[in-house]
């Protein structure tokens, strides 16, 4: 763990393993052989790990998730090895910066948003915290797009990111699984005289795992991230094969390695695409064939105690197919009765809801199932027809609650309802925040909350600040060290101990020269990559996360016009200076998000190329958010945007990542920022518009006409806008957007907030020009922000649900 011995492995590597030379030193093999070096540090404690794992017969549990946004390993490996100084020096000798090294690491962006960080955030607090917790995904060739800006419309790119090759993956062929699709089902009676059913004919591939290591903070502790990719069995179809038909049988093979090829980009549903279903399933199918193979290996075909060692959490309902599969896999496969096998099921499943609107509900036509998984579809059908009957019993003769509560939704196109089978198969199912938690019992899960209300609990999301603080904000991390000492990285409770800094005159000199450093940093990056300067004393204002309309960047956007008119007209007395920095992808197929993006660009080349404005306000779209820039983004943010319709953001966690990092928020009552808000107090964050409740009350009678003629401001906005100022040679452009804001049935209500969000922000603006108040403010919000770790999130999971007792492997 020396810097000695780190300087001759890495010597090692990069002259003798890959070849290179001083002549041609380019951070990318520089990159590849520090790799290495840093995962040959892994290896032993990975192996511990199993054996330790093994050994104790420790419970384990299984996350399931179609994603895992890892983002990059090398830094995060360095940190929780604890070698990053002796690497940095190492490096020093040889006039290398470690930053050049790192940003040569192309980002795992296996993941869309905030689903798929959550859990790699979960995977570190796990391995942190010594937990036998195994993430199983696929591993996607390509992963969320790069988006690039071309004149202001967003493009995709695809993300080859395996290009380079990956030092951090490990493939593992002998744990190959075989998975079925097609086909057809048949029953035939056994030679005990029972009566099952096989699934034949089918049309095989192989899921190969790839284990990628998940280093816990210096604890000798690393986990394992499995993922599967897709490959052809190598059969060759006879039939096509005899008609001449060579070519295509051949082509097969190509069919197979498409199933993992690609992301599906959409963070919300898209709804009937067979190819992701074929996805979901072969994840579910591999991970969970794999656990009963290891199962069997030590205790034959008795699985009565497979439940009491196994937890199998569903991100979303993305791998809810799991409910079916394991029942097929006990049943078909292993000859389980139908009641003992529930039993195993139901004991065993765990399912998180990461979402409110109801439109985002995951459902598959029966008949892509009926084609696709025939076997799953009976199965599916019997849990259905004997949970019906329990329903039955309960509310004899209330048919319209058995229409409601079936799994099948009936109707021209009959529908598997994911979300369902997910609930009736597990036997615990959790919101991501109190308010979402609350409301997912009230509303889109009422008729199974009566049912079974012990089902329904809430798990508070966090991050990780080893990543989010430690390792994206290493200036702010020393000072914090140097006052309070460093037992936050493992107890971010202890951030309390800078209360008492936080009217320090010379705490809070200290705390800005480090905000602006990470300015600065951040300003570079602005420039580099949007051509924009901005000047470090403005007020970093910042937006970054999915497009969609209910997270309002159009809210923001109005805004931003509005600052403008008031330039304008020369409403300038006591003008605080401002950077408005907005980014994040719009789903390929989602024209509105698409719009807003366009929108935004051009109102920033408008205002940014006005000389009336000049510094007093710049707007900037940084493309390609991802989670290498938002280590760059929340270091540098003064302002933190949370402003969706209160009820729709399930938690948020780019929320908590701001405000660990000292930002402030300007925010609604919605999903985590209500928990922000009860531990920073409201004197340090600037809540605004209507609530949850409020919100289903105006949608009854709204009018946003009338708001808009009673307020001169938004009137001059909305004028600007329709008056194609930021469209001059492109009419029509903004309509879409033009009309959902005037639009009585506009779901998100931007109108109704934007006084309030206006007033708010003036409220920002003057609170900024003091800078003492302002530095205050920001030490309170770190100070804060120890609830938002995922290592509390992940004591709540274990505790509330998982159970699993933390497990030391052997010291090296
Ligand atoms: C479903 C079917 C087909 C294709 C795609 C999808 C799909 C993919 C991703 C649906 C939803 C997602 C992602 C949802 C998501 O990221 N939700 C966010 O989860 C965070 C972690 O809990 C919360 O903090 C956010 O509030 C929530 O929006």
Redesign the pocket.
Known sequence: MDKKAIDEDFLRYYNRTLGRDKQHCTSHYLYEALAYTVRDRLMERWKETRYAYEEKDARRTCYLS??FLMGRSLSNAMLNLGITDAVTRMLYDYGIELEEVETAEHDAGLG?????R?VACFLDSCATLQLPVLGYGLRYEYGMFRQELVNGYQIEEPDHWLRDGNPWELERPEYTQRIHFGGRTESYTDENGAQRVRWVNTHDVLAVPYDIPVPGFRNDTVNSLRLWKSTSTDEFDLDEFNAGDYAEAVESKNNAEHITMVL?P?????NG?EL?LRQQYLLASASLKDVLRRWMRLHGDDFDTLADKHCFQLN?T?PSIAVAELMRLLVDENRVDWDRAWDIVTRSMAYTN??LLPE?L?KWPVQMFQNLLPRLLEVIYEINARFLARVAQRWPGDTDRLRRLSIIEEGDTPMVRMAYLAIVGSYSVNG?AELHSQLLKEGLFRDFFELWPDKFNNKT?GVTQRRWLAMCNPDLSALINEHIGDGWVTKLDKLKGLTKYADDAAFQQRWREVKLANKQRLADMVERDCGVKIATSALFDVQVKRIHEYKRQLLNALHVIHLYNRIKRGDTANWTQRCVLVGGKAAPGYAMAKDIIKLISNVAKIINADPDVGDLLKVVFLPNYRVSAMEVICPGADLSEQISTAGK?????GNMKFMMNGAITIGTLD?ANIEILEEVGDDNFFLFGLDAAQVAETREDYRPWDIIDADADLYAVMQLLKSGYFNQFEKHLFDDIINSITSASDPWLTAADFRTFIDTQERVAAAYRDQQSWTRMSILNTANSGKFSTDRTMLEYNSGIWNLSPVTPLPL
Do not use: C, I, M, Q
């Open positions: 179609l994603e869309n948003g905030g689903l798929g959550l599906y959409n963070d919300a549903s898209e695409k992701r979303d993305h990461h979402t985002a995951e991501v999301n953001e399930a938690s948020g966690t999903g």
